[in-house]
């Protein structure tokens, strides 16, 4: 009888494809020599590469059926969520692990470490257990608040990662979503300096957590009395669920702010979305001004930098563990691979999912000064742009094709597929949610245009481009992807004119304000153009490097590893780029006709 693979884990790590990334594509090993990262080495990097994917296949991910099926609840006479068992063991497992202080700054507790490899062990946890990864967010957000903060509030950063407090990111109200400058939590100043927040948030993930911490550190936007309207106007507001001791971060009194509902939800069930009410409860809301200063969307910014690189790696993880689970059950099955329709579909997967792999882990070498100059030659200030410039692609891209192409994962299993005893209904619904929280797939892409490429006058995009140009001239270049480099100036050439196209749209919307309708109507869609361009070029720079590999190693046990890569990568470039071409030639027609159609119409 079959095994449901509750019984046999759900979670397939590609250790092998990370390992690649990180020490035959981005070299990490010459940034490792920049002193820069202590004394750590490649050996280290590799052992815990795969002691972190063993534990995210284990005790991560054994919970991740259990707690889909048994998902939280809610008291609401004691404001409090109650998560499932099996769920905090593997939150718990991950926890006492040391992953969590990769790359985090040393006075933290970090270890020191290429952001690459943070990002790359990240991948097991936002694979395995995606639920949890927001609960296992406390650190990355108190380091901003340790960044931002001013004195006290950094030793309580520096307390609460040591304590191991949760943290959540609070912006979203019941009429304030992607529009978050209409949010109307308030904010009063007290004269013993502190503030008290008064408001209703909804949709806040882990905002309450069981037994699993001892204080959650809320990151709160609200509104001085008297500020300005809209984003300008918000403030950044630490507002603990208990008041910490100043010296020892002990919890003390509880705070006024409260899980007010539990929301229930498509997918990601095991992660407790929370309705939280502040002040109204008979108890104020204390919160402390984060850095003393009112630059709240600004600091919420650092944060969510951090949680749309996470977002997008956690659907592109889901993609790659279902890609594999797809992949074995096709090869174990009566006729395996024979069918062209099946190969289309997993090759069309394998070159998504490795693409979209290069490209959060190229985004992440550009997070260090040393990995950038190595992989781009990017000064520490054009590193921070190209950074800027790619997370929305990360994001956006990452969150949207994943979903598309689960889809497929699930379509190769046939009926067996759709069963709950398989994991990609599962892996369908928990990733759904990327292309919405952290600015849905529509926001990304205007952030993307807006501010990535005009406000930036073209700056990282410029360095970004000149990249690719030189990779399609290199005179090294192997006969073998001649015709995919054509393919890919073809490319490059057809989302120039994408470029600008919008950008002349953008120039007459001075005079012609209606021009911005035609943006609007071509971001998304250039969004995900740009994103495979970079698909495709990352794929052709990795065929390459597996060439001059398969050169080199005449009998080796890697040879199918790298006839893949080189396979990938001119499919990737023959079945996906030519479409680029028709993407720039309806952007150049957008027309306003659906702008003009009466709503009775639509
Ligand atoms: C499970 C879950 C967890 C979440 N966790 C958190 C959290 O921890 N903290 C937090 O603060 N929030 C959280 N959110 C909220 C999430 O960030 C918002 O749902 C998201 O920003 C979208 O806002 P909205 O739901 O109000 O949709 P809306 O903003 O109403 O958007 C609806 C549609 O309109 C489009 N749209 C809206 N504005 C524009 C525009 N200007 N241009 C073009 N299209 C536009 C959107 O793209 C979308 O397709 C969570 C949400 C969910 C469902």
Known sequence: MRKPFEKMGHYKSNVRDLEFNL???LDIENALGSGQFGDLTSDAVRDMIRQ????????????????????????PATHSVTLPKSFKDSVRSWHCAPWLRLAMSEGLGGIPAPATVRWAVNEFLVGGQPAAFFYLSGPPMLEVLYAEGNEQQRHWAARGIERRWGATMVLTEPDAGSDVGAGRTKAIEQPDGTWHIDGVKRFITSGDCDDLFENIAHLVLARPIGAAPGTKGLSLFLVPKYLPDPETGAPGPRNG??????????????????????????????????GDVHNGIVQMFKIMEYARMAVGSKAIATLSTGYLNALSYAKARE????????????MTQKAYVEGMRALYLYTAAHQDDAAAAVVSGADPTMARRINDLLLPIVKGVGSERSYQYLSESLQILGGAGYLQDRPFEQYIRDAKIDSLYEGTTAIQAQDFFFRKIIRDRGEALGHLAAQIDNFIAAPQARPELAGARVMLARALADVRAMVATLTGYFAKSGSEPRELYRIGLSSVPFLLAFGDLLIGW??????????????????????AFYNGKVAAAKFFATNVLPRLSAESAIIEGVDLAVMDLREDAL
Not at 266 to 289: K, N, R, Y
Not at 335 to 346: E, F, K, M, P, Y
Not at 538 to 559: K, M, N, P, V, Y
């Open 257 to 290: 702010v409260f899980a007010t509902g539990l929301e229930h939800k498509m997918g990601l069930t095991a992660s407790a979305t929370c309705e939280l009410t502040f002040g109204q409860h008979d108890q104020p809301a204390v919160g402390w001004l984060v």
């Open 23 to 25: 020490f035959e594509v």
């Open 52 to 75: 972190a994917a063993e534990q995210a296949e284990g005790p991560l991910a054994d919970s991740f059926a259990d707690g889909d099926r048994h998902p939280p609840t809610f008291d």
């Open 538 to 559: 990352l794929l052709l720079t990795q065929a390459e490097i597996a060439l001059e590999a398969l050169d080199s190693d005449g009998e080796g046990h890697d040879r």
């Open 335 to 346: 006729g395996g691979l024979g069918d062209a329709d099946v190969r289309r579909s997993l």
